[in-house]
């Protein structure tokens, strides 16, 4: 009773959160500073001197903090463009001559939301990093927001995301995140750990489906299904239930994959605990520029193996 309480106050503190956010951020306004003038001519003369030095020193004040602040971004760039640094060259060499064809389907991980640049996410680092000088890789990103495992089955009939399937040298999967989150709306009142393993169970059946109609369609690709991370292990580390919750759900997709014999399953959970580093978006669920990154580098380590 007490656990099921815990996790219940959990996602309404999750979900006030998110609202508090939504709304500051979109009617936030910095205070503006109305002075008035009650002095003589001679105090005003005073005053305006005075009043120009603190200005001088408050733009001199700003300007030094604009410079830190620039310095900062320029060093969070910096760290961002050369996080992948290490595997180019190698991914580059994977990839030359071959020509290859990769297709990614799944949710919102996948189409990239929270990406700053709406550059696609860690798909679309994936595709700048193989790509940079020439084009060694034709990659195609059928990700949709919102997906769950059910919703991605339909997508997979889709004629257009049949055909790059059936076409694909290799296939990348985010999916079952809004499986997770479709308990907690048909559950919030109530939220127990049972609602999330009896779901777990048709998980498991509809991820199946989903690499049997893969499968169907292509079964020479190379198919990477890529884990969960646990977003509210930041906000939440003394509720034991929500990581319980990402790490079944996780083994979930890795016996899977293991069933399958061109199925791997790429961990990401490990990539999302640095408490130093921001890795999430402004929404604190989807990877910022740096949590794609991340997951693109992981992404490259294990698809840039010859002999899995």
Partial sequence: MKR?????????????????FFIFSTNHTEPVSQHKIEQSEDNDDKTNVHDDKDENEAENDSTDDETDNADQEDESTSKVKNILTEVVQGT??????????????????????????????????????????????HIQNFGKRGDRTDQLLIRLDDPKVATSISDADM???????????????????????????????????????????????????????????????????????????????????????????????IPTKDLFVDEDIELFADDHFHPNDRGYERMAKRVLNYITVEDR
Avoid: C
């Avoid at 815990?6 to 609202?19: C, E, N, R, W, Y």
């Avoid at 989903?210 to 646990?230: K, P, T």
């Fill in 4 to 20: 099921r309480l815990l996790i219940s106050l959990s996602f309404i503190l999750i979900v006030a959160t998110g609202l508090f």
């Fill in 171 to 265: 296939v990348l999967i985010t999916i079952g995140a809004n499986d997770i989150m479709q308990v907690v709306k048909e559950n919030f009142t109530h939220l127990t750990y049972s609602k999330f393993a009896e779901e777990r169970v048709d998980y498991e059946e509809r991820l199946r489906d989903v690499f049997d109609r893969i499968e169907s369609l292509n079964d020479e690709a190379d198919v990477y299904l890529i884990g969960f991370y646990n977003p509210f292990a930041k906000f939440f580390p003394d509720i034991d239930e929500l990581g319980l919750i990402v790490d079944d759900w996780n083994a979930v997709g890795k016996k899977v994959t293991e069933d399958y014999n061109q199925a791997t399953y």
């Fill in 92 to 137: 580059v060499n994977f990839f030359s001559n071959k020509n290859l064809s990769i297709v990614a389907v799944g949710d919102s991980l996948t189409q990239g939301v929270g990406d700053s640049e709406n550059a696609g996410g860690y798909v679309g680092i994936i595709d700048r990093t193989i790509n940079e000088d020439e084009q060694h890789a």
